[in-house]
């Protein structure tokens, strides 16, 4: 399987390491008052779908930056990828 | 007064040198290494001060900017390796601290890394059975990192283009020179 990186082009999917669902990005705030319930659906709560799935894969064997991938489950085909900390920054975030 | 030798990152007094067919590996133990990452909300000012650093030459995606004393490779978004010999920089870390000031995270790298020099007609072939990426297709100034031996190495393609410039993690030298011998006894 070959990952389009936004920055590299085409590599070897070798190079990466997969890292689960992309809503792991989305970390609950620790100050909520429903802190207890919000991190019990962030640890254990995905879905699996036979589609399109957003997911993390880490360029561990390349330029060491996280990408979020959107694949098809049951063709692999991959139809974008971006740079995570470009997703984190769209929603908002600092970092 | 301690009486300490210096040794390469083989462990040898001097460096080590291997010739097999048509490629030559030596080890460098030369090379001093710094690693710039541009801060949050300073990054064009980091690269303002590395391009001074550079001659104007900023060193794009997968690329290094080649020149002497100071060198730089892409190694990450704002994030860059610089190198310099190692006799006149050995305190390049805080030399380029003293320059970037605040808009810059600067880390001494220079034992982190080892660093081996391959070069030869049979280098492309060496390293095409060392790691996935495409050497062919890469020219004089080209920086990649990828998976050597499950090692995450940077290989830097020099000038002349038979050459290239592989830094490995200094702690896993001697596994790294290995697996390089290995690939140019099988294309020898």
Known sequence: ?95 | MHSLTPITALGGQTVRVDTIGNAELRESDGLALASVHGRLGHEAACRAHLSDLLDGRLPAVGKAVLRDPEAAFWTGPDQWMVGAPFASHEDLASQLKSRFGDTASITEQTDAWACFDLQGSAMEQVVELLCPINVRQMTTGDAQRTSIHHLGCFVLRRDPSDWVRILGPRASAGSLHHAIVTAMRSVA
């Not at chain 1, 063709?75 to 970092?95: C, F």
Request: glycine letters at 6%; a negative charge; zero cysteines.
């Open chain 1, 1 to 95: 399987m070959i990952i389009n990186h936004p920055l590299l082009g085409p590599r070897d999917s070798a190079e990466f390491v997969y890292m689960g669902d992309a809503r792991l990005i989305e970390r609950p705030d620790p100050e909520s008052d429903t802190v207890a319930e919000q991190f019990h659906d962030y640890a254990y709560l995905r879905d699996n779908p036979a589609g399109t799935l957003r997911e993390l894969w880490f360029h561990e064997g390349g330029d060491r930056s996280w990408l979020v991938v959107t694949r098809d489950t049951r063709t692999h085909e991959i139809s974008k990828v971006e740079l995570a900390r470009d997703v984190a920054r769209s929603k908002g975030r600092s970092k």
